[in-house]
């Protein structure tokens, strides 16, 4: 039977092959034994929050449409439906308003990219809503910490001026 060489060991950086960074080797490891880069507090705390703004919106009347939508280099965190209106939302989360509200985050330019990222969804999937809109849900707390306090704003801020909708 023959020997399996330890994939580990072939790709550890040596000091003959000092080009081969650390990152690059841990890479290529976690590539090719499956495992998973643990994610970061601060993302794990952002989808912790889209899934209680989710949960909040269905509760509402609103069907999720669509979760985390990656459009070129722009983010939707969910796109929901009720009746004929399609909501863009963003979701901003934070554990506490000591630094002002999450809703004060999402500045001019998340609101283009946003608006761009609307119109590239809306010229690509060919839907005609009769309304759209953009709403950012707050989420203030942490995981595993009490009860967190959620707040719909609808209709945070209007399609941007340089953007036109495709029909």
């Not at 060919?126 to 995981?143: A, C, L, M, S």
């Amino acid at each position: 039977m023959a020997r399996v060489p330890n994939i580990a060991a072939l790709l550890r950086p040596s000091h003959r092959h000092s080009v081969v960074s650390e990152a690059w080797y841990k890479a290529i490891l976690r590539r090719v034994t499956g495992r998973k880069k643990e994610e970061p507090a601060h993302l794990a705390a952002g989808r912790w929050g889209e899934e209680i703004a989710g949960e909040m919106l269905c509760k509402k009347g609103y069907k999720i449409v669509e979760r985390r939508l990656k459009i070129l280099r722009d983010e939707i965190d969910l796109i929901v439906r009720r009746k004929n209106i399609l909501v863009f939302v963003e979701v901003k989360t934070r554990r506490s308003v000591d630094f002002g509200r999450p809703v004060e985050a999402v500045k001019r330019s998340k609101q283009k990219n946003l608006c761009r990222a609307a119109v590239r969804y809306l010229k690509t999937v060919r839907v005609k809503p009769e309304y759209i809109r953009f709403d950012v849900v707050e989420v203030i707390g942490q995981p595993e910490v009490g009860e967190p306090k959620v707040n719909h704003i609808e209709n945070a801020f209007p399609l941007g001026f340089g953007y036109r909708l495709p029909w």
